[in-house]
């Protein structure tokens, strides 16, 4: 069976770090949270490191709804990572 691939898509510093707005990735099958995810991709090479040096502070959203670290990626179809909201 093939992969289908995500499309992950990055927002404010976390887009400037990684050097792209959104990318389309085949995720190994060991990556089955959006913990796992944010682990697979720091390894992915300096930007990524950069971007997610801190992955807990990180925000996620599957779909468009916002999620938990432990939610399980399995059928996303799109992955929004956002850097800490500030303000009040």
């Given at each position: 069976?093939?992969?289908?691939?995500?499309?992950?898509?990055?927002?404010?510093?976390?887009?400037e770090r990684i050097?792209?707005?959104?990318?389309?990735?085949?995720?190994?099958?060991?990556?089955?949270?959006?913990?796992?995810?944010?682990?697979?991709?720091?390894?992915?090479?300096?930007?990524?490191?950069?971007?997610?040096?801190?992955?807990?502070?990180?925000?996620?959203?599957?779909?468009?709804?916002?999620?938990?670290?432990?939610?399980?990626?399995?059928?996303?179809?799109?992955?929004?990572?956002?850097?800490?909201?500030?303000?009040?």
């Open positions: 069976m093939t992969e289908h691939p995500t499309k992950l898509v990055y927002f404010a510093w976390v887009r050097g792209r707005p959104e990318e389309e990735l085949a995720l190994p099958a060991e990556v089955e949270t959006v913990r796992d995810l944010l682990l697979w991709l720091k390894g992915r090479g300096e930007e990524y490191e950069n971007a997610l040096q801190y992955p807990e502070v990180i925000r996620v959203a599957i779909n468009h709804e916002h999620v938990d670290h432990r939610e399980k990626i399995a059928g996303a179809r799109e992955i929004a990572l956002f850097p800490p909201m500030t303000g009040g």
